[in-house]
Every structure is written in structure tokens, then in C-alpha cells.
């Protein structure tokens, strides 16, 4: 026979306002298999957990229902009080009577009546509960961070720095992602470079962290503390253990004209190339689209200048595996594909470029050696027009992006500001919708922009760019003059939304790290846990979470590198017990709980079972890793055998509270 | 103001002027627009806060072109042009009602018409 305690809490006046809870504890009192019924002002103090402590004790209980807040709440606190009285933790159940009860509801008549049936529903509940043991599992002390963009760099400095062994895998040749293409930062215009490459060279030199530049993630198994990594290095061509980084290939390559990626195609470069001088590892790769040895068999000449023999023809694809604790990803993002934006003829003239080409053609290394020159006629352009929120902020049925991109109104001021600063005659026109500057030294940044350099800021936007006799013909509405302005522009700057790398959706699902309609990331909470994926042991870092600035990419790769340090420094975790668990007997192997389970836990398993007549039988019949079940219990619905149950909430102690609800 | 006209330009046309962000696209790309008196997003805005009654009394409404460049243009799907076709079938169906008083028909009354013409136009237009 059960002997159950019930305890209700008051919360202050929080719940005693507006629930009787002596009433409710009088009636729950004569519940079955109720011995004890109690109610305190805070449960959740000192004294009131020393009750419910000395009452299990005393009184010998079975099982602890606690009428109070909701268990996100104290269900821990109170699973520590039992504990230590001696009982299964798991032998306690909470029923919300603040939340789902006295803070919404008004007449006390009925609140109380509700607070007596969700004690109930809670009583019958844990008549059911079974004591349950919290597993341990081993947690590998290495981390893997996926992107080699400063969020990347910095997350992997941060755990290296608490030394903790760390891999940076990076699909291009280089890490350093989208910020060794910029020219300057704002607020403060340092050179973008001059405070990157230090870092870049810290991650090279540091024991701690090994880099997999030119590598891709190619498959992800394991779960939190001891996932199982398959990565792809793709042949570059030249053997990295080798090239010294002079670049004498890169100068006697007779393929000369190969569109330079990372200038965004402004430039050309050969087919061995080192993206730029401070590439790290400063290692050349061959472009197999464009090597004419690798198509065709003809050529072989950077084989024979390379002093050090470092050139591979026949290099192939490496697939490496490795096992770490944890993972973060850092995947960045892209401006997007304007091609679709024919009002500002962006593919009808090359003086229309978007910011990041613009970012190329103000760079000191860019293809114009930083002067800012037309690409179409290689002259000094006199009137600029940036052009803001192109293709975000849109309608969800429209082609652009719903959100605001966050980084345009600021790297805009800082062109615009930079091209007054360097050629003091040219305009500079800037329309805009909003300028949005929440940043600390960022309005007054843009307010320099205005008041010291002159820009023209106008709220409105461009409707319509021609190009017509060597001029972009600009025509835009001045909002506030009430006006439609008609420019004549040498160039159009487009700020380009921005979107997560095309890399991260198919990152996700090796991950089941769940993902918004944008292909951000989604964090574990929007406020409160902000750098973790739901999905334990994966963490977030940088854009790929949401559009941010270098110094909050900064932050939150801080923030991920201390939550992945915090998972490695213990030597293993705690699983939640409340977990799938499937009865083989009554499994059919359909696999309609794999499909739905979106943390990849439940595999099959060709069984054999013992058949009629001494014949064995061979079943497929799935397998719950307790280890990587986050006890959801989307699979104990989609089993259509009822063979699935989740340890804690199972299919009969639902039913008994409903039943008891329903009494 | 008036909402109720509102609601019904904004049902015509079949856009939700609300969804306006005021960026002025619809406003730059205007071809018309020194022959207008309203502009393409001061249509919107006078859609949205239920100024109707000047739109109607506007000629402007039919100095737009509909080539539908604010149409195209739009990143929110509001839709000028829409909304401009709307006010303008708003001030068809009004024809009736704002011209032709009971009392200023015998005046006007033909004596070759059909009386049978006369009573039918009364009865579609409801005086």
C-alpha cells in the first residue's frame, strides 16, 4: 500500500489570495493512499522543506505530492529535499497550482476546486511513479567548432585558452571568414585585419587547437560528451606539411584568369592560389575547376617551380574521424544573391555593387589597391548612392527576408564616411528606411557621418537605377521634403541582407539542431540560454544564430566557448533519467519513432527472440540511447503499437491523471 | 476618418495597407509622379487613416497609370496601385448616388424616353 504525503504551499499570498489551501489540503487529505496532509506559507524555505523532510521520515512515505509553482520552478529544489530524506527523487510529483491555477483565475470557488483536482490528477499520478536512476555518461574532453570566422576563432581561442584540446574546421583554404574581407570595423575604424590576423595567428600557433582549413563536416553520430565527427579535407593539391607559402606558383600559374573569390570576382587570380597574404596556414591549393594538369593532363608548372615539391597532383579527398564533448557552431553567413533586384540594375552595370564589393574596392589589398575606383571604367566616381535595406525587412510572401539585417545602417555610415574622408568631393547620398543604431558609440557614429562628413541622408528609397550613358540614372523619393529626386550617380552601393551560409541547414539535421524559417539556428531559450542549441552538447556562435555585429559575434563566441568549457571540464554528466524506453515484445519495427525523434536516439537492432517450437525468431526492434533522449515523447505518440513509453510520464500514469481529473 | 471606408478600399483591393513600412519605393519608382497630387505612399497612408473622402474628391486617382511599378516594386506587398484602383472603383459605384437627386429627375426627363427606363434606373440606383 502507498503511503503518500501532500504538501501545499500558500506561496505567500501568491496562491493563498485566491485558492483555500486548507481546503485544498482537507480534501486531498482523503485521497487513497493518502497519510499525510500538510500546508505551509513557503514550501520552498528552510522550514518547509524540513517538513516535508521529518514527514517522509516520520511517517514512512512512499511518494511526495507537492501542490505549488510550476516544477521549471522548484521540481529541482524539491527533488534535493526528498533526496535527502531518503527517497527516490523520482518518487515526487508537483501539481501547478500557482501558474496554471491561482494566477489565472479570479473567483476563489473555483480556483480551489481546480487546485483540489490538479492535486488529485498528481496523486494518481505518483501512485504510479517508479524510483528511477540518473545514468552517467563519459564526456571526451575535446570540442569541435564548426566555422573559422572570428566567432569560430575566438570560441576556440577561449576553450584552448582553458586548455581544453579544440578543432577548427573551415571549408575554406583559410580561416578568418568574412572579416579578412573588410577594410575598416566601426565604431572606433580600425583596419579589420590589423585586429584579425593577430588572432588567426594565435589559433595556428596555439597546441591547444588544430585547424582543418579547406575541410567540410561530412557526418555527425554520438551524442552530448561523446559525439563522433567525420570530417572531409579536401584535396587541395599542394601537400600542407610541405608548401612554405612563398607564392611562386601562384605567380608563374600561366591560367591567368580565374574570377578571385575572395574579391568577390572583381579581380582574377590563377588556379593555385593563396586566398590572400595573411592566410593562415599560409598553404597554396589548386582549383581543379580552372587547372589545366588536372583537366586536361597539360601543364604542370607550378610542380616544377615549387622548391619545396609540395605540389600534389593526385592528391584525393581525406576523410578523417575524430570524437569530441562538444560542438559549436560558427558557420557565418552571406549577403545575398541580388540578381533578383533588377529595379537597382545590379546586373546590368558593374558600377552597381553590393556593400561587400564596395568593401573590396576601398581595401588597401583589393583589386584597386584602395583607391576607389569604377569598375567599369576604372575612374573616380563623384556621386555615390547607398541604397539600405535591400532585400531585408521584406513581407514573407515577397522575394527578400523578413528581418531587419542589423549590421547595414552602420557599415553603410562607414562608407559613406570613408569615401567624404578620402575624396572630399564626391556626394555621398544615403537612402534609408530607418537608421538603426543601437549599439554603444553607434548613433553618435552616425551622427559624425552627418554632421562632420557632410552625407546626405534621405528617408526614402531608391525606386528605379538606369544606366545610361556611363551614369546610373537614380530616381528616389525624398519622404520628408515631399520630392521625387532624380541623380545622376558614377556608382550605386547596395546594402545586401543578409542570410545564414547555405552550409548550416544540412549542418543542422547531422546535428537535430532545430533551425527558424530563416535557417538561423534556434537557441535553447531567447533570453535566458541564448548560445545553446536545444539539441545538449551543441552550442552557437556568431550569425549563424542571427545577424550581429563583429563585437556581439565576440560576446556570444565568449559566451559558447564558456558553456562548452563548463560541458568538458566534467569527467561525466548526468542523464536525465525520464527517457523512451520500448517494449521489444510489443515493438513492430515500423519506424515511425526514428522518423519522428528529432534528436537521432532511437536505432534499430535486428533482435532474436525465442519463437514457438525452440525456433529462434529474428525481429527488428528499436533501441532507445538513453544518453541522447531528451525525453520529448514524440515517439511514445507515433508508435502505433504502444510499444514506446517514456520512463516518468508513461502512457498509464497519463491516463490515471486524466481519469482523476475527470472523476 | 472613416474606418468603415477604409475597410472596404482595403477589401477591394485585396492588401493590407497596415503592412506599409513607409520606406517610399512605391514613391521612387513612380514614373507619374509630377502629374500627381497624391503620391503613390501618401495614397497608403491616407488609405490607413481613413482620409477616403479627399482621395475621392482627388483627380489625382486617375493620373495614376496603373503600370504598376509600385506593385512590382513593393517589399511589403502593400501595393499602391492596388489600393488606387480600389478608391477609383469606390468613386464609380458612388456615380449614382453623388448625381442623380429624385427630385431633379422630371427637369431632366426626356419625353421620347421609355418610362420603363426611367423606373429601372431609379430602382438599380435606389434613388
Same mark, same amino acid.
Given at each position: 500500500?502507498?503511503?503518500?504525503?501532500?504538501?501545499?504551499?500558500?506561496?505567500?499570498?501568491?496562491?493563498?489570495?485566491?485558492?483555500?489551501?486548507?481546503?485544498?489540503?482537507?480534501?486531498?487529505?482523503?485521497?487513497?493512499?493518502?497519510?499525510?496532509?500538510?500546508?505551509?506559507?513557503?514550501?520552498?524555505?528552510?522550514?518547509?522543506?524540513?517538513?516535508?523532510?521529518?514527514?517522509?521520515?516520520?511517517?514512512?512515505?512512499?511518494?511526495?505530492?507537492?501542490?505549488?509553482?510550476?516544477?521549471?520552478?522548484?521540481?529541482?529544489?524539491?527533488?534535493?529535499?526528498?533526496?535527502?530524506?531518503?527517497?527516490?527523487?523520482?518518487?515526487?510529483?508537483?501539481?501547478?497550482?500557482?501558474?496554471?491555477?491561482?494566477?489565472?483565475?479570479?473567483?476563489?470557488?473555483?480556483?480551489?476546486?481546480?487546485?483540489?483536482?490538479?492535486?488529485?490528477?498528481?496523486?494518481?499520478?505518483?501512485?504510479?511513479?517508479?524510483?528511477?536512476?540518473?545514468?552517467?555518461?563519459?564526456?571526451?574532453?575535446?570540442?569541435?567548432?564548426?566555422?573559422?570566422?572570428?566567432?569560430?576563432?575566438?570560441? &576556440?581561442?577561449?576553450?584552448?585558452?582553458?586548455?581544453?584540446?579544440?578543432?577548427?574546421?573551415?571549408?575554406?583554404?583559410?580561416?578568418?571568414?568574412?572579416?579578412?574581407?573588410?577594410?575598416?570595423?566601426? #565604431?572606433?575604424?580600425?583596419?579589420?585585419?590589423?585586429?584579425?590576423?593577430?588572432?588567426?595567428?594565435?589559433? *595556428?600557433?596555439?597546441?591547444?587547437?588544430?585547424?582543418?582549413?579547406?575541410?567540410?563536416?561530412?557526418?555527425?553520430?554520438?551524442?552530448?560528451?561523446?559525439?563522433?565527427?567525420?570530417?572531409?579535407?579536401? &584535396?587541395?593539391?599542394?601537400?600542407?606539411?610541405?608548401?612554405?607559402?612563398?607564392?611562386?606558383?601562384?605567380?608563374?600559374?600561366?591560367?591567368?584568369?580565374?574570377?578571385? *573569390?575572395?574579391?568577390?570576382?572583381?579581380?582574377?587570380?590563377?588556379?593555385?592560389?593563396?586566398?590572400?597574404?595573411?592566410?593562415?596556414?599560409?598553404?597554396?591549393?589548386?582549383?581543379?575547376?580552372?587547372?589545366?594538369?588536372?583537366?586536361?593532363?597539360?601543364?604542370?608548372?607550378?610542380?616544377?617551380?615549387?622548391?619545396?615539391?609540395?605540389?600534389?597532383?593526385?592528391?584525393?579527398?581525406?576523410?578523417?574521424?575524430?570524437?569530441?564533448?562538444?560542438?559549436?557552431?560558427?558557420?557565418?553567413?552571406?549577403?545575398?544573391?541580388?540578381?533578383?533586384?533588377?529595379?537597382?540594375?545590379? /546586373?546590368?552595370? #558593374?558600377?552597381?555593387?553590393?556593400?561587400?564589393?564596395?568593401?573590396?574596392?576601398?581595401?588597401?589589398?583589393?583589386?584597386?589597391?584602395?583607391?576607389?575606383?569604377?569598375?567599369?571604367?576604372?575612374?573616380?566616381?563623384?556621386?555615390?548612392?547607398?541604397?539600405?535595406?535591400?532585400?531585408?525587412?521584406?513581407?514573407?510572401?515577397?522575394?527578400?527576408?523578413?528581418?531587419?539585417?542589423?549590421?547595414?545602417?552602420?557599415?553603410?555610415?562607414?562608407? *559613406?564616411?570613408?569615401?567624404?574622408?578620402?575624396?572630399?568631393?564626391?556626394?555621398?547620398?544615403?537612402?534609408?528606411?530607418?537608421?538603426?543604431?543601437?549599439?554603444?558609440?553607434?548613433?553618435?557614429?552616425?551622427?559624425?557621418?552627418?554632421?562632420?562628413?557632410?552625407?546626405?541622408?534621405?528617408?526614402?528609397?531608391? %525606386?528605379?537605377?538606369?544606366?545610361?550613358?556611363?551614369?546610373?540614372?537614380?530616381?528616389?523619393?525624398?519622404?520628408?521634403?515631399?520630392?521625387?529626386?532624380?541623380?545622376?550617380?558614377?556608382?550605386?552601393?547596395?546594402?545586401?541582407?543578409?542570410?545564414?551560409?547555405?552550409?548550416?541547414?544540412?549542418?543542422?539535421?547531422?546535428?537535430?539542431?532545430?533551425?527558424?524559417?530563416?535557417?538561423?539556428?534556434?537557441?535553447?531559450?531567447?533570453?535566458?540560454?541564448?548560445?545553446?542549441?536545444?539539441?545538449?552538447?551543441?552550442?552557437?556562435?556568431?550569425?549563424?544564430?542571427?545577424?550581429?555585429?563583429?563585437?556581439?559575434?565576440?560576446?556570444?563566441?565568449?559566451?559558447?566557448?564558456?558553456?562548452?568549457?563548463?560541458?568538458? /571540464?566534467?569527467?561525466?554528466?548526468?542523464?536525465?533519467?525520464?527517457?523512451?524506453?520500448?517494449?521489444?515484445?510489443?515493438?513492430?519495427?515500423?519506424?515511425?519513432?526514428?522518423?519522428?525523434?528529432?534528436?537521432?536516439?532511437?536505432?534499430?537492432?535486428?533482435?532474436?527472440?525465442?519463437?514457438?517450437?525452440?525456433?529462434?525468431?529474428?525481429?527488428?526492434?528499436?533501441?532507445?540511447? #538513453?544518453?541522447?533522449?531528451?525525453?520529448?515523447? &514524440?515517439?511514445?505518440?507515433?508508435?502505433?503499437? %504502444?510499444?514506446?513509453?517514456?520512463?516518468?510520464?508513461?502512457?498509464?500514469?497519463?491516463?490515471?491523471?486524466?481519469?482523476?481529473?475527470?472523476? | 476618418?472613416?474606418?468603415?471606408?477604409?475597410?472596404?478600399?482595403?477589401?477591394?483591393?485585396?492588401?493590407? @495597407?497596415?503592412?506599409?513600412?513607409?520606406?517610399?519605393?512605391?514613391?521612387?519608382?513612380? @514614373?507619374?509622379?509630377?502629374?500627381?497630387?497624391?503620391?503613390?505612399?501618401?495614397?497608403?497612408?491616407?488609405?490607413?487613416?481613413?482620409?477616403?473622402?479627399?482621395?475621392?474628391?482627388?483627380?489625382?486617382?486617375?493620373?495614376?497609370?496603373?503600370?504598376?511599378?509600385?506593385?512590382?516594386?513593393? @517589399?511589403?506587398?502593400?501595393?499602391?496601385?492596388?489600393?488606387?484602383?480600389?478608391?477609383?472603383?469606390?468613386?464609380?459605384?458612388?456615380?449614382?448616388?453623388?448625381?442623380?437627386?429624385?427630385?431633379?429627375? @422630371?427637369?431632366?426627363?426626356?419625353?421620347?424616353?421609355?418610362?420603363?427606363?426611367?423606373?429601372?434606373?431609379?430602382?438599380?440606383?435606389?434613388?
Amino acid at each position: 500500500m502507498q503511503r503518500i504525503g501532500v504538501f501545499v504551499c500558500w506561496c505567500g499570498t501568491n496562491i493563498a489570495a485566491t485558492v483555500d489551501v486548507q481546503a485544498v489540503s482537507d480534501a486531498l487529505a482523503k485521497e487513497p493512499g493518502v497519510v499525510l496532509s500538510a500546508n505551509y506559507q513557503y514550501m520552498c524555505s528552510q522550514t518547509g522543506q524540513d517538513l516535508i523532510e521529518t514527514a517522509i521520515r516520520e511517517h514512512a512515505l512512499t511518494g511526495v505530492v507537492i501542490c505549488s509553482c510550476s516544477p521549471r520552478m522548484h521540481e529541482q529544489t524539491f527533488r534535493k529535499t526528498v533526496a535527502r530524506a531518503g527517497l527516490n527523487p523520482y518518487l515526487l510529483e508537483i501539481a501547478n497550482i500557482r501558474e496554471q491555477c491561482s494566477w489565472i483565475h479570479k473567483d476563489r470557488a473555483q480556483a480551489t476546486e481546480k487546485a483540489i483536482i490538479l492535486g488529485r490528477a498528481a496523486i494518481a499520478k505518483v501512485q504510479l511513479n517508479t524510483p528511477l536512476q540518473a545514468g552517467q555518461s563519459p564526456v571526451t574532453k575535446r570540442a569541435l567548432v564548426i566555422g573559422g570566422g572570428i566567432a569560430g576563432i575566438q570560441t &576556440a581561442l577561449d576553450i584552448a585558452e582553458a586548455g581544453f584540446a579544440v578543432d577548427i574546421v573551415e571549408k575554406q583554404p583559410t580561416i578568418g571568414g568574412k572579416m579578412t574581407q573588410l577594410d575598416k570595423t566601426f #565604431p572606433t575604424l580600425d583596419c579589420a585585419a590589423c585586429i584579425l590576423t593577430p588572432k588567426m595567428v594565435d589559433c *595556428a600557433q596555439n597546441e591547444k587547437i588544430r585547424i582543418f582549413s579547406y575541410s567540410e563536416v561530412e557526418a555527425v553520430s554520438g551524442f552530448v560528451g561523446s559525439f563522433r565527427v567525420t570530417i572531409r579535407k579536401k &584535396a587541395r593539391y599542394v601537400r600542407e606539411d610541405v608548401c612554405t607559402g612563398c607564392g611562386l606558383c601562384t605567380e608563374k600559374c600561366p591560367q591567368k584568369k580565374v574570377p578571385n *573569390a575572395f574579391n568577390l570576382g572583381l579581380d582574377t587570380r590563377r588556379a593555385i592560389y593563396i586566398p590572400f597574404a595573411q592566410a593562415v596556414p599560409k598553404v597554396a591549393v589548386i582549383d581543379a575547376d580552372y587547372c589545366s594538369m588536372l583537366k586536361n593532363g597539360k601543364c604542370g608548372v607550378c610542380a616544377k617551380v615549387c622548391a619545396a615539391g609540395a605540389i600534389d597532383y593526385t592528391q584525393k579527398d581525406e576523410l578523417v574521424e575524430c570524437e569530441y564533448g562538444a560542438i559549436v557552431a560558427a558557420t557565418g553567413y552571406n549577403p545575398i544573391d541580388l540578381s533578383g533586384y533588377d529595379e537597382f540594375a545590379y /546586373s546590368r552595370s #558593374p558600377d552597381v555593387v553590393s556593400s561587400l564589393e564596395f568593401e573590396r574596392l576601398m581595401n588597401a589589398a583589393g583589386p584597386t589597391g584602395g583607391t576607389l575606383l569604377r569598375p567599369s571604367d576604372k575612374t573616380h566616381p563623384k556621386t555615390i548612392v547607398f541604397v539600405q535595406c535591400v532585400g531585408s525587412r521584406c513581407s514573407a510572401e515577397g522575394k527578400g527576408k523578413t528581418y531587419c539585417s542589423k549590421i547595414c545602417c552602420m557599415y553603410t555610415a562607414k562608407h *559613406a564616411m570613408l569615401c567624404r574622408e578620402k575624396y572630399p568631393d564626391t556626394d555621398v547620398y544615403v537612402f534609408y528606411i530607418d537608421v538603426r543604431t543601437p549599439g554603444k558609440n553607434f548613433d553618435e557614429f552616425y551622427r559624425r557621418a552627418v554632421e562632420e562628413y557632410g552625407v546626405h541622408y534621405i528617408k526614402g528609397m531608391v %525606386g528605379k537605377v538606369s544606366p545610361e550613358g556611363g551614369k546610373l540614372k537614380v530616381q528616389a523619393s525624398d519622404l520628408l521634403d515631399g520630392r521625387q529626386l532624380h541623380i545622376d550617380a558614377d556608382m550605386v552601393v547596395l546594402a545586401a541582407a543578409i542570410e545564414p551560409d547555405k552550409s548550416a541547414r544540412p549542418l543542422a539535421t547531422m546535428l537535430t539542431a532545430s533551425m527558424d524559417t530563416n535557417d538561423f539556428f534556434t537557441e535553447a531559450h531567447p533570453k535566458l540560454r541564448p548560445v545553446e542549441s536545444p539539441t545538449a552538447g551543441v552550442f552557437l556562435s556568431g550569425c549563424c544564430q542571427g545577424p550581429k555585429d563583429i563585437p556581439e559575434t565576440v560576446a556570444q563566441a565568449s559566451a559558447a566557448a564558456s558553456k562548452v568549457i563548463g560541458l568538458l /571540464s566534467k569527467d561525466s554528466i548526468v542523464c536525465n533519467p525520464c527517457v523512451a524506453q520500448p517494449d521489444e515484445l510489443m515493438c513492430n519495427g515500423c519506424s515511425s519513432c526514428e522518423k519522428v525523434c528529432p534528436y537521432g536516439a532511437i536505432t534499430y537492432l535486428d533482435k532474436e527472440f525465442r519463437g514457438p517450437n525452440r525456433t529462434t525468431l529474428l525481429r527488428r526492434v528499436a533501441q532507445v540511447n #538513453p544518453a541522447v533522449c531528451q525525453g520529448c515523447g &514524440a515517439c511514445t505518440v507515433a508508435c502505433p503499437s %504502444g510499444a514506446m513509453d517514456l520512463k516518468g510520464f508513461s502512457n498509464r500514469q497519463i491516463m490515471a491523471e486524466v481519469d482523476a481529473i475527470c472523476r | 476618418m472613416n474606418r468603415d471606408l477604409t475597410q472596404t478600399v482595403a477589401r477591394i483591393a485585396g492588401v493590407n @495597407p497596415r503592412a506599409c513600412m513607409r520606406c517610399g519605393k512605391c514613391t521612387g519608382a513612380c @514614373p507619374a509622379y509630377d502629374e500627381m497630387e497624391y503620391h503613390p505612399h501618401q495614397f497608403v497612408s491616407m488609405v490607413e487613416t481613413g482620409r477616403i473622402d479627399e482621395l475621392l474628391r482627388s483627380k489625382g486617382i486617375y493620373t495614376c497609370l496603373s503600370c504598376f511599378a509600385c506593385i512590382e516594386r513593393c @517589399p511589403r506587398q502593400v501595393e499602391p496601385a492596388r489600393l488606387i484602383e480600389a478608391v477609383r472603383v469606390l468613386a464609380e459605384r458612388k456615380q449614382g448616388a453623388d448625381h442623380l437627386r429624385p427630385q431633379d429627375i @422630371p427637369a431632366r426627363l426626356d419625353p421620347d424616353m421609355p418610362q420603363q427606363a426611367i423606373t429601372s434606373a431609379l430602382r438599380k440606383y435606389r434613388r
